[in-house]
């Protein structure tokens, strides 16, 4: 079954440093989906970026941008400039095949902001 | 726009006891999902269903029960709760287009 590892349990930084958030999958399906979501303070998880296997560009949103590199099963995201608000739990996660119906979540990284 | 919502919020119960979380949904999403969340878990998936009458076991389904006679509405059914259940239980619906929108969580205790 696949597998996801975010090794960072926990980052804190200052703000406007930039700070990458690591994940790396485990997967023997040539096509899948990676995401990312976000878990506020308030609780809820919030979508933030899919990728799919075929597609190995670089994205950037804002301050956001997420590195996917087959060759070393990553799909890293780096926050440049953070802010206070950016300060949450991210989740990054693995589906396999052409469906969604098990996305595996890795265990999180809590991200700290400070001012 | 209401989307995903759960109800209860927050529950506590006994063990032994059979307690229903419910999700619904109002954007008539084929796919609806079922996740527990615990500390250095991440979510698991428990059961996932792809339309009406249609539901399958995810990696943590054992104790639980799930029916979805409406597309809109996935309850998740605690048979006889236990204190390993103790958990935020999140429910997510999907179209095809893959990304999961989660709904606002329910805190469960079982004491």
């Known amino acids: 079954a696949q597998k996801v590892t975010q090794a960072q349990t926990e980052i804190s930084v200052v703000e406007k440093e930039d700070v990458t958030l690591d994940c790396v999958y485990e997967?023997?399906?040539?096509?899948?989906?990676l995401f990312w979501y976000k878990q506020p303070p308030s609780g809820e998880l919030v979508f933030l970026i899919r990728?799919?296997?075929?597609?190995?560009q670089n994205e950037i949103s804002g301050r956001y941008s997420w590195n996917f590199q087959k060759s070393t099963s990553s799909f890293n995201f780096t926050i440049t400039a953070s802010q206070v608000v950016d300060s949450a739990v991210y989740f990054c996660?693995?589906?396999?095949?052409?469906?969604?119906?098990?996305?595996?979540f890795g265990a999180g990284t809590r991200l700290t902001v400070k001012p | 726009d209401a989307g995903i919502t759960q109800s209860p919020r927050y529950k506590i119960t006994e063990t032994g006891r059979q307690v229903t979380l419910m999700c619904h949904q109002t954007?008539?999403?084929?796919?609806m999902f079922w996740y527990r969340q615990d500390l250095g878990h991440g979510l698991r998936l428990i059961y996932y269903?792809?339309?009406?009458?249609?539901?399958d076991k995810g990696e943590v389904p054992d104790g639980y029960v799930v029916s979805r006679s409406k597309t809109e509405n996935f309850p998740l059914t605690l048979e006889s709760a236990t204190r390993s259940q103790t958990s935020v239980y999140f429910c997510?619906?999907?179209?095809?287009?893959?990304?999961?929108?989660f709904g606002p969580g329910t805190r469960l205790t079982v004491t």
């Open positions: 996660a693995l589906s396999e095949g052409y469906n969604n119906n098990d996305m595996r």
């Open positions: 997510a619906s999907s179209s095809d287009s893959y990304e999961q929108y």
């Open positions: 997967t023997r399906d040539t096509t899948y989906y």
């Open positions: 269903s792809a339309a009406a009458d249609i539901t």
């Open positions: 954007w008539s999403h084929s796919y």
């Open positions: 990728r799919n296997s075929f597609d190995e």
